[in-house]
């Protein structure tokens, strides 16, 4: 690596629920640079938790997340002429990172029904471990398991 890292930039809270979890997850969503469209998308969908489920949305929110967050990945690495998939412990960002990923690819590939709703539906059933982004977790959790005898590789 070449060069100094670049600095974290401090991303301002959300404001409607003065969360950086939230403002993050909306600049996640953001495409092209529409930030409204991307609040309205959020803001809409946490609506509709609140609706359903009587209960506040953030919290709905912060529990799915812990839900689809891995503890633990597999990364390729090169040893002696093979490629092995080890297992590494996920930092803090990444593991958010990984589940808000995981969370839009579930939504983007439910068909049928506006973003917003789709996206409601998607948190509400990560909430109960169900949903394609709590399965994607269930997949990189087994490739962990099967991989588990590499870990001695990882330094």
Do not use: C
């Amino acid at each position: 690596m070449r060069g100094k890292q670049a600095p974290k930039r401090k991303i301002q809270n959300d404001i409607k629920y003065n969360d950086d979890n939230i403002a993050k997850f909306i600049n996640y969503i953001m495409k092209d640079g529409k930030k409204t469209v991307a609040q309205k998308i959020v803001y809409g969908a946490f609506d509709i938790i609140k609706q359903k489920t009587k209960q506040d949305p953030k919290h709905i929110f912060q529990k799915a997340i812990k839900k689809i967050a891995p503890l633990i990945e597999v990364r390729s690495k090169r040893i002696g002429g093979g490629n092995y998939q080890i297992p590494y412990q996920v930092r803090g960002d990444r593991r958010f990172a990984l589940a808000s990923r995981w969370l839009i690819e579930a939504t983007k590939a439910r068909k049928g029904e506006p973003m917003v709703k789709k996206l409601s539906d998607e948190l509400l059933a990560a909430v109960e471990g169900e949903g394609a982004a709590v399965k994607k977790r269930e997949i990189v959790r087994k490739m962990v398991e099967a991989n588990r005898a590499f870990a001695h590789f990882a330094r």
